[in-house]
């Protein structure tokens, strides 16, 4: 197959880029600065480079196309930076679904458990769960508008699959982007985790389920692609485990939730640039986000391995390309 992958040094564009070169496909791999970014200097692909809210460059890509993966997007995780956002993922989704469309491709766009109802301790959400319950930042509502970009050209006859991943945790995450968890705990882990949990999987099997879905899976079909639903303090404390570091006591409760996220809000709102730790982030990382990938997993065969195997993988990764702070 002929492949296009937006987002393509990405943690999971990449994977993706790197499992289809692997499964002898050819792949036009779509980033800003693609021509000399390091993740994609070792595989033979057509490199792009390319904003994905300007149609210009990717009205130039010659002859058919199978498929176009659509795993590029603005992620930022609070309450600023909205209108950025929302402009390149809803442009960016607009003008990859216009390249599918022209060129008769099956698209795949790739959304997030984020955009889905809340999963439960007691009971992980899936495709059908109604509800909601998610955070209404930046991040949510800019994929829930991407989404619905997708939503809408699958309802006027587009072929168009919409994929779920979760927190994804493994190797060639060059930023790094959720490896950035393995890098702020690699000399051990404050006193206090988040209070909610997420639903880890590996970006080479979530690769995988995606390659799998563009050759059989029904047009217009959903798919979390999520693993193993653990709280953030185990996480927490497998990562420190690994690195024989110090490990976090106990999980963060309600009054030293509110002073962090108060105190990063403030903080953002005298400097103008929002901090990582504000209260967007830290109500969501006191969220249960726990998921069900079994449709995934009768339907595409999608494998979740261990997550202390994907931890050390990923550590090992970051650690062989000199990542690690």
């Known amino acids: 197959m002929r492949l296009v992958v937006t987002g ?16 002898k496909h050819e792949v036009i791999a779509i980033s800003r600065g693609a021509s ?19 149609p210009a460059p990717l009205n ?8 176009v993966i659509h795993c590029a997007a603005h ?12 402009h390149t993922n809803t442009v960016g989704t607009r003008n990859a679904l216009n390249l599918a469309r022209d060129r008769n ?21 899936d495709e059908t769960t109604q509800g909601d319950g998610q955070v209404p930042c930046t991040y949510v509502l800019s994929k829930r508008a991407a989404e619905k970009e997708t939503l809408d050209a699958i ?9 779920y991943p979760g927190f994804m945790l493994g190797p060639w995450d060059w930023k790094p982007s959720s490896g950035r968890m393995i890098c702020d705990l690699a000399n051990g882990a404050p006193p206090l985790a988040p209070a909610g949990g997420c639903s880890i999987c590996d970006p080479r099997d979530v690769a995988q389920a995606i390659l799998r879905a563009v050759d059989c899976a029904p047009s217009g079909s959903r798919f979390i692609l999520a693993g193993e639903n653990w709280t953030y303090l185990e996480l927490w404390r497998e990562i420190t485990r690994q690195f024989s570091k110090r490990q976090p006591w106990t999980y963060m409760r309600l009054p030293a ?69």
Do not use: C
């Open 257 to 325: 939730r509110f002073i962090a996220g108060t105190a990063g809000d403030l903080y953002g709102r005298l400097t103008g640039k929002e901090p990582i730790i504000n209260s967007a982030a830290i109500a969501m990382a006191s969220q249960f986000h726990w998921y069900s990938s079994q449709r995934a997993i009768d339907q595409l065969n999608y494998n979740i391995r261990p997550v202390n195997k994907s931890i050390s993988d990923a550590i090992a990764w970051l650690q062989s390309h000199k990542l690690l702070r």
């Open 105 to 125: 491709a099956r698209f795949i766009h790739v959304s997030t458990v984020n955009t889905l109802t809340i999963g439960k301790k007691d009971a992980p959400a």
């Open 36 to 54: 000399n970014a390091p993740a994609l200097a070792d595989i033979p692909v057509t490199k792009l480079d390319a904003d994905i809210t300007d």
């Open 155 to 163: 309802a006027q006859g587009l072929d168009a699959i919409i994929v």
């Open 60 to 67: 130039r890509i010659d002859g058919p196309i199978d498929a």
């Open 75 to 86: 992620i930022h995780i609070g309450w600023t930076r909205r209108e950025e956002a929302l």
């Open 8 to 23: 393509a040094t990405g943690l999971l564009g990449n994977n993706i880029t790197r499992l289809a070169i692997d499964e």
